[in-house]
């Protein structure tokens, strides 16, 4: 039999049983184990989980739990500098791309927007879509903990609200990602990047209406969808922007210096 002893920190509390929140509880082991499997045994998806100190060391997720060890687990905490430890995310994530599970449809629509890579297949599940995260180094976004807990992958987010807007929060906070935003770069519809397209050459394909009025479009690569200023622009002007303030008053609120504007 082998004792040991977990406290979990910060936003990791959300996958414990109310009794195991915030406090140090104590678990009884009968096969030893790594430290990966003992954490995510709690709840916990180790792709949640950036340091991990046993009896005060950081050790990776290989660690092997011994009688009397006392595990601390903390999550991804883009702020915390924490340089002088082993840390088990990767990083910098430049050029981040996501594959998103078939139930966030509007938050996908939404990252689309502000020119965030992200695939999605309403009909790709499970194995199928843990798969395609693995093969195209894709970080999976979804709500299902229990995707995150397969071994093979390696970065995830456990999406925490049910509401799009604040998904995108977020995504974006935990990404990093507020510097790295591109809105109307991209096609809503299938993730293709969008070009400027003279007018002439997508004439025949205006409404009557919008010839007469606008003068400038952008075109998908990928499904050659038009696009251009129409009456939903403004609404999506003021998303973007609603997420810019969002998130530029989270920042400030976690005292960093880095602003998106
Ligand atoms: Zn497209």
């Known amino acids: 039999m082998i004792l040991v002893h977990l406290r979990f920190y910060e936003e990791l509390n959300e996958f414990l049983s109310p009794?195991?929140?915030?406090?140090?509880?104590?678990?009884?082991?009968?096969?030893?184990?790594?430290?990966?499997?003992?954490?995510?045994?709690?709840?916990?998806?180790?792709?949640?989980?950036?340091?991990?100190l046993v009896n005060g060391n950081s050790v990776d997720f290989?660690?092997?739990?011994?009688?009397?060890?006392?595990v601390s687990v903390y999550p991804v905490f883009?702020?915390?500098d924490i340089s002088d430890v082993t840390r088990l995310q990767e990083r910098p994530l430049r050029r981040l791309r996501f594959v998103a599970d078939s139930h966030l449809g509007k938050l996908v629509r939404r990252l689309r927007l502000l020119g965030l890579d992200v695939t999605f297949d309403k009909h790709v599940r499970g194995r199928e879509l843990i798969e395609q995260a693995v093969s195209q180094k894709r970080v999976l976004l979804t709500r299902n903990r229990q995707l995150l807990m397969a071994n093979i992958v390696q970065r995830g987010y456990c999406v925490r609200s049910d509401q799009?807007?604040?998904?995108?929060?977020?995504?974006?906070?935990r990404f990093d990602l507020g510097n790295n935003l591109k809105?109307?770069?991209r096609c809503l519809?299938?993730?293709?990047?969008?070009?400027?397209?003279?007018?002439?050459?997508?004439?025949h394909r205006l409404p009557p209406m919008t010839r007469e009025t606008y003068d400038k479009f952008f075109q998908c690569q990928n499904c050659?969808?038009?696009y251009w200023p129409g009456s939903h622009f403004e609404k999506l002007e003021q998303f973007v922007e609603t997420v810019h303030r969002r998130f530029a008053?989270?920042?400030n609120t976690n005292h960093q210096l880095k602003h998106s504007d």
């Open 78 to 80: 883009e702020t915390l």
């Open 19 to 52: 009794e195991r929140r915030k406090v140090r509880f104590e678990k009884q082991l009968l096969l030893p184990t790594t430290v990966k499997d003992l954490i995510q045994s709690c709840g916990v998806p180790h792709t949640e989980v950036d340091l991990i």
């Open 183 to 185: 809105p109307f770069s």
């Open 164 to 173: 799009p807007d604040e998904q995108v929060v977020e995504v974006i906070r």
């Open 224 to 226: 050659r969808k038009i």
């Open 62 to 70: 290989d660690y092997r739990v011994g009688d009397g060890d006392d």
């Open 249 to 251: 008053s989270k920042r």
């Open 189 to 203: 519809r299938c993730n293709g990047l969008l070009k400027p397209v003279p007018k002439e050459d997508v004439l």
